[in-house]
């Protein structure tokens, strides 16, 4: 039996690779629903900012005339997804894991839930990696008439006819809610400490990808996957392209928001201090029409502090608000429950993690993670295969524990976000992969038992 925690992206991908290597499994999950990230985000315009053809599971890719889509629909493909391969009847909703214990004697986990404990000998964790959110404090905001409220706690289904909102963030949410909630407030003032790289698409998919899905659906499924690697090595070239030149770089995105707002605008709001892909940069649809209607005015400055009906800039100026909503994110927390092994706590602060599928000392745990830059789905998948080849090897060879040794590693992060550098110390050390999916599809996840440790 292999114990999968969450029912998220990657715990329904562990799943769907359990079953098709004929291991028996269950999956823990704590809410009512599976989906996580894409069933619990239900602020104005949640969505993706990866290709969803890219981002979804290779063994299912999503067909659709957009790029790019919102999270209902994300939600729904993962149900079909769960429906199709019949997972949905392994899931046991409304079960939070509490501890999972593994005991070297008895080669077995023991993970405690809010409803009973359940043993085995794999632990795969895809309990995802945002936890709470993270909401800043300001000074006064208790004196503040008006709503602070945080995207986690928002609702779409909320509108503000006639309510003056200011939303805070410059990261991904901001610039997917902006123009939604420009479409429902009496007015829309998007208020960032600093800019960041904003890149507005065309939503609709190309000729090549409609035909790649097209012949898809009558199984012709060579083109599509195709599609898929083309669509990460593009990527990847650009990831490499921008942080090698980034001068041309910088050039670009200038050259991009040319004609869309004035010089001194673009310098103020759209020109940051890094430069392109050192950040992950949000994908923008509808951003650009609503800044150049004025649908969504944009405010540079740091919030000093908020009086009853105003936010106080830094320099002086206040800003009138009604709803003052937070787009600043998440805390980061790899591991959402406490990890024993013979009795110890694991402290996972700066653990070493091979190839973002094992931890250094916990036997048989296996927890497949994304790459920051690009598709979570494009390195989750493979290292949840490559968990399944050690599986495979271990029934083959009569094997009961497989693990690698705690060590010190060193570990930068491919991008350097605000939210990963506030709470880089406690996150695990990623090595053992180059970070470019492309890549490390075709050369890192080669298994060489030699490499780790089998008893
Ligand atoms: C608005 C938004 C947009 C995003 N867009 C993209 C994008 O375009 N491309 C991309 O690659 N990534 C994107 N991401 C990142 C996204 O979170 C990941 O791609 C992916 O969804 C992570 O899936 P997961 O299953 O690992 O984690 P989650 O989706 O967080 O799911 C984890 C699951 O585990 C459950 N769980 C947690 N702890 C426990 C416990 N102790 N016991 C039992 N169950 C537990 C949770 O309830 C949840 O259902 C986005 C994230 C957000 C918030």
Not at 158 to 166: E, L
Not at 213 to 236: E, S
Not at 310 to 337: H, K, N
Request: hydrophobic share 40%; glycine share 8%.
């Amino acid at each position: 039996m292999v114990v999968v925690i969450g029912a998220g992206i990657t715990g329904i991908g562990a799943a769907y690779y359990l079953r098709a290597n004929n291991f028996p499994y269950v999956v823990l999950e704590a809410d009512d629903d599976v989906g996580g990230t894409w069933y619990t985000q239900r602020w104005h315009g949640a969505r993706c900012d990866s290709d969803f053809v890219k981002y979804s599971y290779s063994f299912k890719p999503y067909s659709s005339p957009r790029c790019l889509v919102e999270r209902e629909e994300i939600h729904r493909y993962l149900r079909s997804v769960v429906e199709e391969f019949c997972i949905l009847e392994h899931i046991r909703f409304g079960t939070r894991v509490i501890t999972a214990s593994f005991d070297t004697a008895e080669r077995c986990w023991t993970v405690q839930t809010t409803r009973g404990a359940f043993r085995s000998k794999f632990l795969i964790n895809g309990n995802g990696y945002f936890s709470l959110p993270h909401k800043p404090t300001f000074p006064g905001a208790e004196t503040f008439a008006g709503e602070i409220v945080h995207t986690f706690d928002l609702d779409a289904g909320r509108t503000f006819p006639s309510q003056h909102v200011v939303l805070v963030g410059s990261g991904s949410t901001a610039v997917c809610a902006a123009p939604a909630l420009a479409g429902i407030s009496g007015s829309l003032t998007m208020l960032q400490r600093s800019p960041s790289y904003i890149y507005e698409i065309d939503n609709r998919a190309t000729v090549l990808m409609r035909l790649c899905q097209y012949l898809y659906g009558r199984g012709v499924g060579f083109p599509m996957h195709a599609l898929r690697r083309y669509l990460q090595a593009r990527d990847d070239a650009i990831f490499v392209g921008f942080r090698s030149f980034p001068r041309v770089a910088r050039w670009y995105f200038r050259r991009h928001w040319r004609g869309t707002v004035s010089r001194a605008e673009l310098e103020e709001h759209f020109t940051p201090s890094y430069s392109p892909w050192e950040q992950r940069i949000p994908v923008a649809i509808g951003f650009k029409d609503a800044v150049r209607r004025g649908a969504v005015r944009m405010k540079t400055a740091t919030i000093e502090r908020f009086t009853a009906d105003a936010i106080v800039l830094a320099g002086g100026e206040e800003l009138r608000g009604d709803i003052c909503i937070l787009a600043t994110g998440f805390q980061l927390d790899f591991v959402q429950f406490e990890l024993r092994v013979d009795g110890v706590e694991v402290d996972t602060a700066g653990i070493n993690f091979y190839k973002g599928i094992m931890m250094g000392g916990v036997p048989n745990y296996f927890q497949p993670v994304g790459v920051w830059h690009s598709a979570w789905t494009q390195r989750s998948e493979t290292s949840t295969r490559f968990a399944m080849k050690i599986m495979k090897f271990m029934a083959v060879h009569g094997l009961d524990q497989v693990g690698i040794e705690r060590r010190a590693v060193q570990y930068t992060p491919a991008i350097t976000p605000e939210y990963l550098m506030r709470d880089l110390p406690k996150l695990p050390r990623l090595y053992g992969s180059w970070e470019l999916p492309s890549l490390d599809n075709l050369f890192r996840y080669r298994f060489a038992p030699q490499k780790l440790n089998f008893e």
